[in-house]
């Protein structure tokens, strides 16, 4: 019968896709890439989808690894943290207002110059989560094949030269798993209490409506929790990466043939965006230890562009203030989350309108 034929063979493609992800993962890790069991996941299913593998994912896993992702942001959020802001509320929100002004100026010439549709084009250049950003494009419309590939470009872009920087002003090693070996082992209390979170978010926010719910609920739910110590957010290692390749997989899967095409046709403009974002933000990081009494390392990590988790590994195993860092950059994330969907459309109309046709 033709349907457990078509049965085994999806089980067969998924068995070496999840191989072929593991084998990408693991040299990822090895040449210490953040993220790299999103990345794995997501170049190994890419090769899958561009061959005509003819396998999907469903949406609820995908929605389940978003609202996993939301309880990874609200972790970030402590008593700490909150201190900071409170302290110095004013000038973290100006540093995170110009951050998101330099991402959305280079979404907006990304699209004058049609390098890239206009929301695809907002969501690649926030400078926020990039697995968040990703989680978060198809509920607006956009690409995330495309935002994927620009939001990476860019974290990769963003960790070479932050740890460059790190070395030059510190002689601390930079250990790729410094950030998840400052935290102690999961309890399995915390755990649950972490799936809750994330089941009860998630539930809430999907039937209420709100844009990425599955994404933003757990975020908020978590995040008041969290940072008020009613509960304990906590995430092992296995299930934020489970989350991970799920995302990767996900995004991936869905590449053809005229994809790559396009994603490599657009890459010579997302270079040159993503080095000039850098660029922006590591002037602004010079201005503000003229403002603040901060060094240029701390600085230059708070207004770095990249992913929450990548800039977290390279502070923590630096002498930068991670306090203030992890400040900004969790701020920033909520900033973008927020403003995203409105600066997609502002972006968006600035497309030019279409030639008309010759006759």
């Known amino acids: 019968m033709p349907a457990p034929r078509s049965l085994g063979r999806s089980l067969g493609l998924w068995a070496l896709l999840i191989a072929a992800s593991g084998i990408l993962a ?79 100026v280079v979404g907006v010439i990304l699209t004058r110059m049609r390098v890239l549709p206009g929301t695809t084009a907002a969501w690649g250049s926030s400078p926020g989560g990039a697995a968040a950003m990703v989680a978060m494009a198809e509920e607006y419309g956009s690409d995330p094949r495309l935002v994927a590939f620009m939001q990476y470009v860019r974290v990769a872009a963003v960790v070479l030269s932050a740890s460059l920087v790190a070395r030059l002003l510190t002689d601390a090693e930079l250990p790729a798993g410094a950030a998840q070996a400052a935290s102690p082992a999961a309890p399995l ?68 043939r005229e994809t790559l095409a396009e994603t490599l046709h657009a890459f010579p403009g997302i270079a040159v965006a993503t080095l000039a974002v850098i660029a922006l933000c590591a002037a602004w990081a010079f201005g ?64 030019p309108p279409d030639p008309a046709p010759r006759g």
């Open 26 to 104: 693991y040299g990822l890790a090895l040449a210490r890439f953040p993220a790299a069991l999103l990345l794995g996941p997501m170049l190994a299913a890419i090769a899958f989808g561009v061959r005509g593998a003819g396998i999907t994912l469903p949406k609820a896993p995908f929605q389940a690894a978003q609202a996993l992702i939301g309880c990874l942001v609200a972790h970030a959020v402590n008593a700490e943290i909150t201190g900071t802001l409170l302290d110095d509320g004013f000038l973290i929100l100006l540093v995170v207002l110009v951050t998101v002004a330099a991402g959305a």
């Open 189 to 256: 209390g915390a755990v649950l209490a972490t799936l809750a979170v994330a089941a009860v978010g998630a539930g809430v926010a999907l039937a209420l409506r709100l844009p990425a719910g599955a994404l933003v609920g757990p975020m908020l739910l978590g995040s008041a929790l969290h940072a008020t110590g009613l509960a304990s957010i906590s995430l092992p290692p296995w299930l934020l990466n489970g989350a991970y390749a799920v995302i990767g997989w996900y995004v991936g899967l869905r590449f053809t």
């Open 288 to 351: 503000l230890t003229r403002i603040l009494p901060i060094d240029f390392l701390t600085a230059f990590l708070a207004t770095s562009p990249g992913g929450l988790d990548s800039v977290a590994i390279i502070a923590v195993g630096s002498k930068a203030d991670v306090s203030f860092v992890l400040a900004v950059q969790t701020l920033r994330l909520f900033v973008v989350l927020v403003t995203g969907p409105i600066l997609a459309k502002w972006i968006a109309r600035a497309a």
